[in-house]
């Protein structure tokens, strides 16, 4: 008596949920196109395709050799504007001090005030020579700053942990800057993204939990829907899901294929 009830219930229960298959592909939610900011030439390179990386670790170095003169010469022009300032200081420290004896022993002078005189528009127009060399102290040293920082960017480093997809330059390639030149992806924030008919967008909601397999490993896990993207296919007329999940195995890369099952009960959508 109990059998046919219990069959029966479970008859029901499977009635009341079916399921949606698809098929998806594991991609990065962090992929990143890497470039050089100045043109150049490269002279070394220190990754290649399938390379793990680090934040911070060394990509690739530029030839420095036009910057190397640029800073040289900026370097250069500073030196000689300190100098000048320090010239400028003493001179004008000197004018001070032939003024103050001469003011001491005017009694004995001469021609005081034309001394005097000479002494005051001397030391103006020292005054204002060691301001303007100042000034042009201040602008060479921020000039080599600028150099340096643009230096620092010739050796293009890795912007986050990941592993080098894809490579597209050699030594002594020139690079030019806006570029893609390299393609590093973040292996720790992966995703699966996968195409649902527009017959089923009803059947899935944001936050709903699904079922897939990766079977060239043959793992099965458990993944959410991050979010589906609201424009069209106009040709396939499907729609574009994203499953979050947690990459507990190394084995996982961007690119293997999935097979997805979502389950839906369809008494809830005959309400809607």
Do not use: C
Not at 106 to 121: A, G, P
Not at 185 to 205: F, G, P, R, T, W
Not at 231 to 241: E, G, L, Q, V, Y
């Amino acid at each position: 008596m109990f059998k046919p009830l219990l069959l029966a219930s479970l008859l029901g229960s499977a009635l009341l949920a079916n399921t949606i298959s698809l098929t998806g592909t594991i991609v990065s939610d962090n992929q990143k196109y890497i470039g050089a900011r100045y043109m150049g030439y490269v002279k070394e390179v220190y990754v290649n395709i399938g390379d793990k990386v680090h934040r911070e670790d060394d990509l690739f170095k530029m030839d420095s050799a036009e910057f190397d003169i640029l800073k040289e010469q900026v370097n250069l022009g500073l030196e000689q504007a300190e100098i000048l300032t320090d010239v400028y200081r003493s001179k004008l420290d000197e004018i001070r001090r032939n003024r103050a004896l001469l003011v001491k022993n005017k009694d004995s002078v001469v021609n005081f005030d034309d001394m005097n005189e000479n002494l005051s528009i001397t030391a103006e127009h020292t005054q204002a020579m060691l301001k303007a060399m100042q000034v042009i102290v201040k602008n060479a040293a921020q000039k080599a700053k600028e150099i340096s920082v643009i230096s620092h960017y010739l050796e293009v480093k890795a912007p986050s942990n990941g592993i080098i997809v894809q490579k597209n330059l050699h030594v002594g390639d020139m690079v030019m800057p806006g570029f893609p030149v390299m393609v590093l992806v973040d292996l720790d924030h992966l995703e699966i993204e996968a195409q649902i008919s527009e017959s089923d967008l009803l059947k899935v909601n944001e936050g709903d939990f699904v079922k897939f397999e990766i079977p060239a490993i043959h793992y099965k896990g458990r993944g959410r829907i991050k979010s589906i993207v609201p424009s069209a296919n106009p040709m396939t007329h499907t729609f574009t899901i994203r499953i979050k999940f947690k990459r507990d195995n190394e084995k996982i890369y961007p690119g293997m294929y999935t097979k997805i099952t979502i389950e839906y009960n369809p008494d809830l959508l005959a309400k809607e």
